[in-house]
């Protein structure tokens, strides 16, 4: 088993109203020293394999196809053995 | 300058349909392999200090109050030096 952890973020010159409106609550509620905050999505997949070259091919060919918007957003991931 | 880099996902007793939803589409697609997926956030924040151990003290102090829900999400986070 392979646990493949990916994080899918917005690429840096898209905006992130989310990651606004969460720093906005972070100064009301006084955490002045906090500058910038972005949010992404963090996936882990179980993968019945034990071939790590296969399953890093397969996870990208994942992340093109469903789980990242390629246009806005960009994607990375470790793989971990289970 | 500190970034840290906080992992926000759902308890493990706490079931995820959309991580439920995401398994589905991936066997739609053939990924017969991937057996579960969780989904959860990541956040990076930009804290203004120098002061890692301040740092430390007020993001679980931000998780806790307003980043994460602690009924059915845990958290996690690293702090790295920018």
Redesign the interface.
Known sequence: ?IIARI???LKQSVLDPQ?TA?TK??HA?G?S?????????????????TDRGAAEA?VT??CE???ANTVIEKYEFELVEA
């Open positions: 088993m994080h899918v973020t990651g969460v609550s972070l509620l955490y020293e906090v500058d910038d905050v972005r949010i992404g999505k963090f996936l882990e997949l179980k993968i019945n394999t397969r060919d994942m196809k469903l789980l």
